[in-house]
C-alpha cells in the first residue's frame, strides 16, 4: 500500500513522499533552541468490527525508528516495565472517541477518552489495546500525541511533540477516523480480484476472498459479514462457534475461490500462544463448516497459526463458522445429497464434495449407469457438481456414480438425478 510520509523542520511546513507506511517528522523547538527531530510512524485502520472488538494502535516514535519493527508483544505497553526517569524519553499516548454515523465529525461533543502513555528510550516502539466496553457502532476517530521528555531537576519535562495525524492552521486536532462495522461490499468484475474485510488488528491476518479471472460474467456485488455467534441469524445446530461469517453475492457462481477466516488467538495480551483466546482448543483443531440450508456441514481448513486465520476453497456464498472439529477422513468428504433436482430454482440443484481444505487438485469422476463418464470435476475449480455433463448439458433423470481419489484412497457413490 502506498502511504504517506510528512516531513519537515518545523510543525507547520512538510513535503511529501511515498513509503510503505505513513509517517511524519517535524523539528522541535523550545525557547528558540532546537531539540532535535521527534517522529512518528503509524500505519492507519482502515475498519474495526463491533463483532470481534479488537482494536490495536501500534508505531514507532523518536528521532528515528528501529531498522526492524518488533513484534506486537515485544512493544511497550501501558503495563509494561518503563524503567528509570533517565530511560524515559519518548511518551506516547492515544486520545480517541467513538461517534455515531450521524455525527462522523464529532461536533456533538462526545468526548475524548485518553490511554495511559507509554514511556521509553527513543526510539521508542509501542502498542495500545482499545478497551472493548468502549467500542461500539459508528466511527473511531482517534490521534497518537507523542512527547520529547528531558530530565531536568530530578522532573522529566516536555520539551517537544507532535501528533498523528499531524496538525496545521486549518485542522488544530485532526483526526484518523474509521468505520466500526462488521461488514464491507464490494464489486468485481470479470477479472477478479481479493476482497479483504479488514479488522482492527494489524499483528495477524485479513479475512479475505480471493475471486479468480472469469468467475464473473460481469459487476457483482459481494458481501462479506461477521455475524455474532449469539444472533437469532445463525441457524440451530452450531455447537460452540468460534466465529460465523456470512458471504453473500448477487449471483451464483461456477467455479472455486479460495476464503480466508480470521479466529482469535492472539498471544498479549488475550490469551496463550496456540490456543484459541477464550477456549480450551489448539489452533489446529479448527474447522469450516457451513450451512447448506438444512444442516450444517464441515469443510475442514488449514490453519495458518501466525496469521490466526483458516483457509477453505469454497464454491458458493453461504453462512460459515470457525468451529473445533476432527480433521476430514475420505469417506467425510462424500456428498450428502442423495437426489437433485437441477431445474436451476436454486433449491438442491448441486451435489457438494468437501475439498476445500485440500492442497491437491482431487478429481471426481461422474458416470452413468453404462459407466459411461459424463462429467469431470476438478476440486480447484469448482466442489460442487450441478447435474450437467462436460458438453453443458442438464443430464436425463436416473442413477449416477461418483468415484475420487484422497490420499490413494478411492472412493464411490451413487446420486439419483430428477429432472
Known sequence: MTSLVVLGGSLNTFAFQSRGKQSFAAGLVTGGV?????????????????VSKQILIIGESGEDFPPTPPAYEDRLKTDSDFGSLSDRQIRVHVLYRFVSTLDPSGTNGVPLISSLPIEGKDPISFAFDIDQSDINGGFLQYRIVAERLQLTGGNLVVV?????PPTSANDPEPFVTVGVQ???SQVFGTSGGRFVLPDGNPEDGETTLDIPSGLFSGPTTVTLDEIPPTSPLVPQGL?????????????????????????????????????????????????VVWWDG??????????????????????????????????????????????????GDGINDNVFFSFGDLASNVKVEIFDITNHLVKTIYSANSLQWDGRDDSGKTVESGVYIYQYEVDGKTVSGVIGVAK
Do not use: C
Open 34 to 50: 532546537s531539540q532535535g527531530n521527534i517522529q512518528i510512524r503509524h500505519t492507519p485502520l482502515i475498519q474495526v468490527s463491533d
Open 182 to 184: 462488521a461488514n464491507a
Open 239 to 287: 455447537t460452540d462457534p468460534i466465529r460465523v461469517y456470512r458471504l453473500e453475492s448477487e449471483a451464483p457462481i461456477e467455479g472455486a475461490m479460495k476464503l480466508s477466516l480470521l479466529y482469535p488467538d492472539f498471544l498479549y495480551p488475550l490469551g496463550q500462544d496456540g490456543i484459541v483466546d477464550g477456549t480450551n482448543i489448539p489452533e489446529r483443531n479448527l474447522a
Open 294 to 343: 438444512f444442516v450444517w456441514r464441515r469443510l475442514g481448513g488449514t490453519v495458518n497459526t501466525l496469521a490466526n486465520s483458516i483457509s477453505v476453497r469454497v464454491s458458493f456464498f453461504r453462512m460459515m463458522a470457525i468451529v473445533a472439529a476432527s480433521p476430514l477422513s475420505v469417506e467425510d468428504r462424500r456428498p450428502l445429497e442423495k437426489i437433485i433436482t437441477p431445474n
Open 160 to 164: 517537544g511533540n507532535i501528533t498523528f
